[in-house]
């Protein structure tokens, strides 16, 4: 199965770069579009909701203007993540908006709905929906999305304990549409990897987190730094699902990483407050989340210089000789 139009525009680099909560916004999609890959970012973080539109026009005309200004040099498509909970109180008005706007691609997670799917087919769009087993991959499809996302362990925020391999795998025994792969992915050598296990994309967030765009603290962007995968504690905790986050923002929360309580699942709860509009779950803003590759983050960076660099690790990796057993084999094409 080809993969759908709206994926196979040209792209700097084989990456969707993924949504993360508080961080995404405006300034950062943009960059990470004309630099040639897949931005995107959670609804909820424009807030009031009124604000998404004025976000959703503000990343269409730029992308846009730069594309008119640079028609040599790809600008890729953005995305919108919507949580699918039934406790998302601003669903209904923040999915019409991006029929309104025409969104190319609608991310949505916790949970797979086929109104949702058929809001977003309606004028085109396609839906990549995040799953962390071959159970859930199974329902988004029966229910209409068109690709999945396979967030496998290390992943950062809400993520899965199975290792890449299997899920890809399990997952490319019976589905040969668009497959994406998160999990640690933060180097080039990450990206091909993910598409040699079988992943058409990789997704990566954690090491967008330290980036001058993104909207984190500057002590969080300084851990992503300093941190490693050891750093990282998996817990459901902050939000009622499994998520990874980084030991030294629990310590500072006055919270011992090693000892955290288990939260009842049916505690999730990402609807609005009646007063501000903020999210309910705190998550993110004291708590903060992060994968387990952070590790190979050395230091801070502007997107356009990650993707640079991601592209000539990712180049190096392909042109790298392998063993067979036999001979050594490159990955990378044949002259013509």
């Given at each position: 199965?080809?993969?759908?139009?709206?994926?196979?525009?040209?792209?700097?680099?084989?990456?969707?770069?993924?949504?993360?909560?508080?961080?995404?916004?405006?300034?950062?999609?943009?960059?990470?579009?004309?630099?040639?890959?897949?931005?995107?970012?959670?609804?909820?973080?424009?807030?009031?909701?009124?604000?998404?539109?004025?976000?959703?026009?503000?990343?269409?005309?730029?992308?846009?203007?730069?594309?008119?200004?640079?028609?040599?040099?790809?600008?890729?498509?953005?995305?919108?993540?919507?949580?699918?909970?039934?406790?998302?109180?601003?669903?209904?008005?923040?999915?019409?908006?991006?029929?309104?706007?025409?969104?190319?691609?609608?991310?949505?997670?916790?949970?797979?709905?086929?109104?949702?799917?058929?809001?977003?087919?309606?004028?085109?769009?396609?839906?990549?929906?995040?799953?962390?087993?071959?159970?859930?991959?199974?329902?988004?499809?029966?229910?209409?999305?068109?690709?999945?996302?396979?967030?496998?362990?290390?992943?950062?925020?809400?993520?899965?304990?199975?290792?890449?391999?299997?899920?890809?795998?399990?997952?490319?025994?019976?589905?040969?549409?668009?497959?994406?792969?998160?999990?640690?992915?933060?180097?080039?050598?990450?990206?091909?990897?993910?598409?040699?296990?079988?992943?058409?994309?990789?997704?990566?967030?954690?090491?967008?987190?330290?980036?001058?765009?993104?909207?984190?603290?500057?002590?969080?962007?300084?851990?992503?730094?300093?941190?490693?995968?050891?750093?990282?504690?998996?817990?459901?905790?902050?939000?009622?699902?499994?998520?990874?986050?980084?030991?030294?923002?629990?310590?500072?929360?006055?919270?011992d990483p090693d000892a955290l309580p288990e939260s009842d699942p049916t505690a999730m709860d990402f609807g609005t407050g009646d007063d501000d509009d903020q999210?309910?779950?705190?998550?993110?803003?004291?708590?903060?989340?992060?994968?387990?590759?952070?590790?190979?983050?050395?230091?801070?960076?502007?997107?356009?210089?990650?993707?640079?660099?991601?592209?000539?690790?990712?180049?190096?990796?392909?042109?790298?000789?392998?063993?067979?057993?036999?001979?050594?084999?490159?990955?990378?094409?044949?002259?013509?």
């Open positions: 199965m080809a993969l759908p139009e709206i994926l196979r525009r040209p792209l700097s680099l084989p990456v969707v770069a993924s949504p993360m909560f508080i961080v995404s916004g405006p300034e950062m999609v943009v960059a990470q579009c004309t630099s040639g890959i897949v931005g995107s970012f959670p609804a909820l973080n424009a807030r009031p909701a009124s604000l998404l539109t004025d976000w959703l026009s503000q990343i269409t005309e730029q992308n846009a203007s730069f594309a008119a200004a640079n028609p040599d040099r790809p600008v890729a498509p953005f995305a919108v993540n919507q949580i699918v909970h039934r406790s998302n109180d601003r669903l209904e008005h923040d999915l019409q908006l991006c029929v309104d706007h025409q969104v190319p691609i609608v991310i949505t997670s916790l949970g797979a709905r086929e109104d949702v799917n058929e809001a977003v087919h309606s004028y085109g769009g396609i839906v990549l929906h995040d799953v962390i087993n071959d159970r859930f991959a199974h329902k988004a499809i029966e229910k209409g999305a068109d690709g999945l996302i396979a967030v496998a362990a290390g992943a950062g925020g809400h993520a899965g304990t199975q290792s890449p391999f299997a899920l890809v795998r399990e997952i490319r025994r019976w589905f040969d549409g668009p497959v994406l792969l998160s999990g640690a992915i933060a180097h080039g050598r990450s990206v091909l990897a993910a598409q040699v296990a079988g992943a058409d994309l990789a997704y990566v967030g954690s090491a967008f987190l330290s980036t001058h765009e993104a909207n984190a603290a500057e002590e969080y962007k300084d851990m992503i730094v300093s941190s490693s995968a050891a750093d990282i504690v998996y817990s459901n905790l902050f939000t009622g699902v499994h998520g990874n986050y980084l030991r030294g923002s629990i310590v500072a929360a006055g919270l999210p309910k779950a705190k998550a993110w803003r004291d708590i903060w989340g992060s994968g387990q590759g952070v590790g190979a983050i050395d230091q801070r960076r502007s997107v356009a210089e990650l993707v640079t660099q991601l592209r000539a690790e990712y180049d190096e990796a392909l042109a790298a000789p392998i063993w067979d057993g036999h001979r050594e084999l490159s990955l990378a094409p044949a002259p013509a």
